[in-house]
């Protein structure tokens, strides 16, 4: 099967040439002379690979680039940059976009074509791993949200059948035991219910905005006195409130306010999982003025996590795995972190985990400050 190589090149007689030799070369070669008609041929057929230069008018390279690494369908589609471009500093700024290779010109054709064969192969490689993931998530789900649904039915079905056959003889109090339990396993099942239909509405938004965040006009107000209400309810449910430390800023977000509570939330209740009760859980909020950012840290001393949990976190087929769960018997889906990793996303924002495994985990969620 011929593999797709789209060409973005300014100088004709070069992109002409570039053509020609690649399509002799068993290649489908195509060409684009800026970024802005490289993205319009994007969206009718995607290229297994783009050799980009970076000197272009309308969209230049670097520019091409980051609107290519927005892109959840261009996200991993490897670049190479072709440019007149020679000192360290431009190699590292293509690098800096994202580029995954850098030729100068002027090049041998035949160490260009290793540099795309190469770079074929590591793609080839990336997309294996990726589909072996996906194929771990698939069983881990079958094998968890089975067991995650039949839970809390179980305990609605047993607490209210045990009221109806034994109402007679049940005291007020143990009615009301009865009843806790109900309340419990309903809120836990409408909440994984709730989980997977705002996983699949989040995605839907990212697919349709493209890499563009998405502009909210219900902004989030006073979001260190909000949020700080939504950890003690949290804390409260999880018998955790002596363990809170709060140190949360106000600041109006330009986020929809249940999505940002529903982020913390999930980030809260992760932490609280993970760590023993009586352990400290710490969280704060911190202002990045020159990036109008909003950034909130939860930390707590449990479990941790290794680079390559985290690593795992961050890839698309991420939704639904939970770590070391055959070693540690914990309630949940595996989606709490990646779907706020998603909702940060939706605003331009971003998640980023640090741990030291056994010892420590930092989670790192912000959202963009309302603009004035």
């Given at each position: 099967?011929?593999?797709?190589?789209?060409?973005v090149?300014?100088?004709?007689?070069?992109?002409?040439?570039l053509l020609?030799?690649?399509?002799?070369?068993?290649?489908?070669?195509?060409?684009?002379?800026?970024?802005?008609q490289?993205?319009?041929?994007?969206?009718?057929?995607?290229?297994?690979?783009?050799?980009?230069?970076i000197d272009?008018?309308d969209?230049?390279?670097?520019?091409?680039?980051a609107q290519?690494?927005?892109?959840?369908?261009t996200?991993?589609?490897?670049?190479?940059?072709?440019?007149?471009?020679?000192t360290?500093?431009?190699?590292r700024?293509?690098?800096h976009?994202?580029?995954?290779?850098?030729?100068t010109?002027p090049?041998?054709?035949?160490?260009?074509?290793?540099t795309?064969?190469?770079?074929?192969?590591?793609?080839?490689?990336?997309?294996?791993?990726?589909?072996?993931?996906?194929?771990?998530?698939?069983?881990?789900l079958?094998?968890?949200?089975p067991?995650?649904?039949?839970?809390p039915?179980?305990?609605?079905?047993?607490?209210?059948?045990?009221?109806?056959?034994e109402?007679a003889?049940?005291?007020k109090?143990?009615?009301?035991q009865?009843?806790?339990?109900?309340?419990?396993?309903?809120?836990?099942?409408?909440?994984?219910?709730?989980n997977?239909?705002?996983?699949?509405?989040?995605?839907?938004l990212?697919d349709?905005l493209?890499?563009?965040?998405?502009?909210e006009?219900?902004?989030?107000?006073?979001?260190?006195?909000?949020?700080?209400?939504?950890?003690?309810?949290?804390?409260e449910?999880?018998?955790?409130?002596?363990?809170?430390?709060?140190?949360?800023?106000?600041a109006?977000?330009?986020?929809?306010?249940?999505?940002?509570?529903?982020?913390?939330?999930?980030?809260?209740?992760?932490?609280?999982?993970?760590?023993?009760?009586?352990s400290a859980?710490?969280i704060?909020?911190?202002?990045?003025?020159?990036?109008r950012?909003?950034?909130?840290?939860?930390?707590?001393?449990?479990?941790g996590?290794?680079?390559?949990?985290?690593?795992?976190?961050?890839?698309p087929?991420?939704?639904?795995?939970q770590?070391?769960?055959?070693?540690?018997?914990?309630?949940?889906?595996?989606?709490?972190l990646?779907?706020?990793?998603?909702i940060?996303?939706?605003?331009?924002g971003?998640?980023?985990?640090?741990?030291?495994?056994?010892?420590?985990?930092?989670v790192?969620?912000?959202?963009?400050?309302?603009?004035?």
């Amino acid at each position: 099967m011929k593999r797709n190589i789209l060409v973005v090149e300014d100088n004709e007689r070069l992109l002409s040439n570039l053509l020609f030799t690649l399509t002799e070369k068993g290649f489908d070669a195509i060409g684009a002379e800026n970024g802005r008609q490289a993205l319009a041929l994007i969206e009718s057929k995607m290229p297994d690979l783009i050799i980009s230069d970076i000197d272009m008018p309308d969209m230049n390279g670097y520019e091409l680039l980051a609107q290519l690494r927005k892109s959840s369908e261009t996200l991993t589609v490897p670049v190479i940059f072709l440019t007149g471009r020679k000192t360290t500093e431009d190699v590292r700024v293509g690098m800096h976009y994202g580029a995954d290779d850098y030729v100068t010109k002027p090049f041998n054709i035949k160490d260009l074509l290793k540099t795309i064969e190469a770079r074929l192969a590591r793609y080839d490689q990336q997309q294996q791993r990726l589909a072996d993931h996906i194929k771990r998530a698939q069983q881990h789900l079958t094998a968890v949200l089975p067991h995650e649904l039949r839970t809390p039915v179980s305990g609605i079905l047993g607490a209210s059948s045990l009221i109806r056959s034994e109402l007679a003889t049940l005291s007020k109090e143990e009615i009301g035991q009865l009843n806790d339990c109900i309340i419990s396993s309903a809120r836990r099942l409408a909440r994984i219910v709730e989980n997977f239909l705002l996983y699949s509405q989040v995605h839907t938004l990212l697919d349709n905005l493209k890499g563009k965040p998405l502009v909210e006009d219900n902004a989030t107000t006073s979001a260190g006195a909000e949020l700080q209400d939504t950890v003690m309810q949290i804390a409260e449910s999880c018998s955790r409130t002596s363990d809170i430390q709060l140190a949360l800023e106000d600041a109006t977000l330009a986020a929809n306010q249940w999505h940002v509570e529903k982020a913390l939330t999930e980030i809260c209740l992760n932490a609280f999982s993970f760590s023993p009760s009586g352990s400290a859980v710490s969280i704060g909020s911190r202002i990045d003025g020159e990036r109008r950012l909003y950034i909130i840290d939860v930390t707590d001393f449990g479990r941790g996590m290794t680079d390559e949990q985290i690593r795992l976190i961050t890839e698309p087929a991420s939704a639904f795995m939970q770590f070391d769960r055959q070693y540690f018997e914990q309630q949940g889906t595996g989606l709490g972190l990646t779907l706020a990793r998603s909702i940060a996303a939706l605003y331009g924002g971003f998640l980023h985990i640090a741990s030291e495994y056994g010892v420590q985990t930092t989670v790192s969620i912000c959202f963009p400050l309302q603009q004035l």
